[in-house]
């Protein structure tokens, strides 16, 4: 089912933290909501449930408006960060519960086989005995999946479900939630601060800061083209290096610290003198590209199938590279690398991508 | 070399082992332990030993606390009657006899007769014996020193009598020998019987249980006791505690805050006070039945005017002290369930009341437990706010049990105080509550296994 927010505004003690957002989810899409702690993802997904009431705009469920229902009304499965399953149930008295305080209440054979099913989709038949305490992080991460997928609810919403779950455990559970999604084809809202996890898992991803939602489009889309300086800071790891400067004449870019580089192809055309920021990832300078950076490397942090640079190409200016493990070169060598102009980022003086 | 050394090792670490196992009591340590200790025993045990003890005597009043003498008296005489002492031994027993001897002689100095008197009685009675008093009159008048006035010749007389009644000794023999002396027809077994009867003072028995056992008041002491403390945890400490916990938890904070503390005053007010605001409330003229009588409903003294009403104004006004405790206590353990346990509920679509019996309730069994085994036990020992207020009445219909031992032991209206009795009572208590004690105490590792506590006390 889609699902939409129109002009959604949700304000604490009378301060807004969101205000006019809008948010389209199409019917079957997995869309993750990215951003810094703080930012109102967990507000706004609340606020879909149903656990916080909407200060202002709509909240539509295909074509119904949810917004004034409480949130026993609006058939929504939610798994929240901490899995709040019920201590005191059974895995299989949990996942049922959902269905036991439906009216009319559907007979025990009716909830068994429901339960059933659903435990068989997410492979915990073998647990429905357990309490919640005799389970590990990913098994209580699963029941809590089961619980919220149970009534067959419009939209699935997931506060930070990885959060709590070792890396191996975040892996495997990335592509089951996935999956899982897929297979019923649920409409889904995905909360993470971890961009990995958003971009490995969604559709689509939204990435907001300050209550706003900045920018929307499929995980490539954004990485190669965020909107703003705020995007491309937020994605990549390691993050993207930002040089200050400005525009100089046959299109070049002249940073602050007395280096040149030449301005992106599309970018000649910009009048000289114009303050201008440039955003190199890490892949784009290393060993081949269009224009070359000296340097010295000042820091080498092997990541096992890659390696990390830092390259101080002036005092100030380190310029970050990402390569195929080498050992050809140490700290302390002179480099002369190549930067591949044309994929770099340029942002104006109000973080706006050009 | 190298197995030699195993060995070597081997054993060390045994020897080591041994040491740390086998904990080391310095000296030092017990004697400063020591007044702790003493203290410990003295404030712990001795109550519960003491009472154990007074539990199998017959202590009152009448016995007082220290050894006792041994008497017969007219009193003891009937009560021995109506037990199966014959007219006749009685009489014997209860005879007046007069000796010319000694002791009489020196009593009669002190008491002041003229001692030429004296002379003359010692020298032609010594050692007679009379059966009749006023045929020893007689003889005396007829004395060169007899005084003139009939009243001064009687009393000299009396001088020279003597009963076993109203004598007290100091042991049994002495008694025993006595009484063989007065009345040499009664049997030594009655003798030993009477002896037996006469001590006054403290002795052990089990009569005090066997009387618990046997009246008839035993039972409705245990009703009584039963429903004041069903009804007060039920309806107040647990009941109220828990609804009022629960509604506050739904209600906005500062709301809350100011009701947790109205309903800390019972608990905080001294008793007294708390006593004569529910007189003022209850009684004739109080607020309660005036506010009645403006409905048109009965109107009379609440607290003491009918059996009902007294129940309810007691089970009301200890209620309330305990609703603050159980309210506490829940409060503490509703904020301790998750927040997001109770979101999820929400959407997954369970109203107020399924969020309360099928989340929140189940979760409260450890407090619950907790509130009536700890409620139970002191609502089982308490009897102030029933004695400051209904007193038991009327009649004797809200008498619990505490509140009986209470008055028997230490304060009741004919003055013989009943310790024994008392404490028989009371040590029927404190079984009953270390009996209660440990099923609570094993429900509580049960309640352990099943969910982990909430609150750690
Ligand atoms: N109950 C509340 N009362 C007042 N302010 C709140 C409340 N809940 C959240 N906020 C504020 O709203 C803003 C957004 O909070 P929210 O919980 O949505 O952040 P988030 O994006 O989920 O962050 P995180 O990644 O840390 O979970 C924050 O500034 C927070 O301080
Ligand atoms: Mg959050």
């Not at chain 1, 201590?87 to 068994?112: M, W, Y």
């Not at chain 2, 020298?123 to 007689?138: H, K, L, N, V, Y």
Request: glycine share 8%.
């Amino acid at each position: 089912m889609r699902l939409q927010l129109q002009n959604f505004t949700k304000c604490f003690d009378g301060t807004p933290v969101i205000e006019g957002l809008d948010l389209t989810v199409e019917d079957g899409e997995m869309l993750a909501l990215l951003g810094p702690s703080g930012c109102g993802k967990s507000t706004t997904l609340f606020s879909i449930c149903g656990i916080y009431r909407a200060d202002g705009g709509r909240i539509m469920f295909g074509d119904r408006d949810v917004s004034d229902l409480p949130s026993q009304k609006r058939n929504v499965g939610v798994v929240f960060q901490n899995y709040a399953l019920y201590p005191h149930l059974t895995v299989e008295e949990n996942i049922a519960f959902p269905l036991t305080v439906q009216k009319p209440r559907p007979s025990k054979s009716e909830i068994a086989r429901e339960v059933r099913a659903i435990a068989e989709l997410i492979h915990i038949e073998n647990l429905l005995e357990r309490r919640p305490a005799q389970l590990s992080g990913g098994q209580q991460q699963r029941v809590a999946l089961a619980r919220a997928l149970v009534r067959k609810p419009d939209v699935l919403l997931l506060d930070e479900p990885l959060a709590n779950l070792d890396a191996k455990l975040r892996l495997e559970m990335r592509s089951e939630i996935r999956r899982i999604q897929l297979e019923t084809g649920i409409t889904a809202i995905l909360v993470t601060h971890d961009q990995v996890e958003a971009m490995s898992m969604c559709d689509r991803v939204a990435i907001m800061d300050k209550g706003e939602i900045l920018q929307i489009a499929s995980p490539t889309e954004m990485y190669r083209n965020p909107v703003n300086k705020f995007v491309a800071g937020f994605l990549g790891n390691p993050p993207i290096t930002f040089l200050e400067g400005h525009t100089a004449t046959e299109g070049r870019f002249a940073m602050d610290q007395g280096l040149f580089l030449p301005l992106p192809s599309r970018l000649r055309d910009l009048p000289a003198g114009q303050r201008i920021s440039l955003g190199l990832r890490p892949e784009h300078f290393g060993s081949t590209g269009t224009a070359q950076a000296s340097g010295r490397i000042v820091f080498v942090e092997p990541q096992g199938r890659e390696m990390l640079f830092d390259v101080e190409a002036a005092p100030g200016v380190v310029l970050r590279s990402v390569q195929p493990v080498r050992d050809d070169v140490g700290v302390g060598d002179e480099v002369t690398w190549g930067v591949d102009v044309d994929r770099m980022l340029a942002f104006d003086m109000d973080g706006q991508t050009l | 070399m190298s197995s030699s050394a195993d060995l070597n090792t081997g054993v060390a670490r045994k020897s080591r082992r041994s040491d740390r196992r086998r904990p080391r009591i310095s000296g030092l340590g017990l004697a400063l332990l020591a007044p702790a200790l003493f203290l410990l025993t003295l404030f712990f045990f001795a109550p519960v030993v003491l009472t154990g003890i007074f539990a199998f005597t017959d202590l009152s009043t009448s016995t007082g606390i220290g050894r006792g003498q041994y008497v017969v008296t007219p009193n003891l005489l009937r009560q021995l009657g109506d037990q199966g002492l014959t007219e006749d031994d009685a009489t014997a027993i209860a005879s007046v006899s007069i000796t010319i001897d000694e002791a009489g002689i020196a009593r009669a100095t002190e008491g002041g007769v003229d001692p030429d008197f004296l002379s003359e009685i010692a020298d032609r009675f010594a050692g007679e014996s009379f059966d009749d008093p006023r045929a020893f009159s007689r003889e005396l008048r007829g004395l060169p020193n007899a005084p003139r006035r009939p009243r001064e010749l009687t009393q000299t007389a009396e001088y020279f009598e003597t009963s076993v009644l109203n004598t007290r000794f100091d042991n049994p023999e002495a008694l025993t020998a006595q009484l063989a002396d007065v009345a040499p027809d009664v049997s030594s077994d009655t003798i030993a019987w009477i002896v037996d009867r006469s001590y006054t003072g403290a002795r052990f028995t089990t009569a005090n249980f066997e009387r618990l056992a046997t009246q008839k008041e035993t039972l409705r002491l245990i009703g009584n006791t039963a429903l004041y403390v069903a009804a007060t945890l039920g309806l107040f400490n647990v009941g109220l505690g828990l609804f009022l916990a629960i509604v506050l938890f739904y209600t906005p904070k500062p709301v809350t805050s100011f009701y947790s503390t109205l309903w800390l005053l019972p608990r905080i007010t001294p008793l007294v006070l708390y006593a004569i605001m529910w007189k003022w409330f209850t009684w004739e003229d109080g607020f309660l039945p005036i506010v009645a009588e403006q409905f048109g409903l009965p109107s009379f003294n609440y607290m003491k005017g009918s059996v009902v009403t007294a129940w309810m104004t007691m089970i009301s006004l200890n209620g309330f002290i305990g609703a603050s405790f159980g309210l506490i206590l829940f409060s503490g353990a509703l904020r301790a369930i998750p927040m997001q346990q109770l979101w999820a509920s929400e959407v997954d679509g369970a109203n107020r009341w399924q969020q309360v019996r099928r989340i929140i309730l189940p979760q409260m069994r450890w407090p619950i437990l907790f509130v009536t085994s700890y409620q139970t036990l002191s609502l089982l020992s308490s009897y102030e706010q029933i004695w400051l207020t209904t007193n038991g009445g009327p009649g004797r219909t809200t008498t619990v049990w505490a509140l009986e031992a209470f008055t028997t032991a230490l304060s009741n209206y004919t003055g013989n105080l009943q310790y024994g009795l008392g404490a028989a009572m009371a040590l029927v208590l404190v079984v009953v509550g270390l009996v209660l004690s440990i099923i609570y105490l094993r429900l509580f590792k049960f309640g352990e296994l099943v969910s982990r506590p909430k609150i750690e006390l």
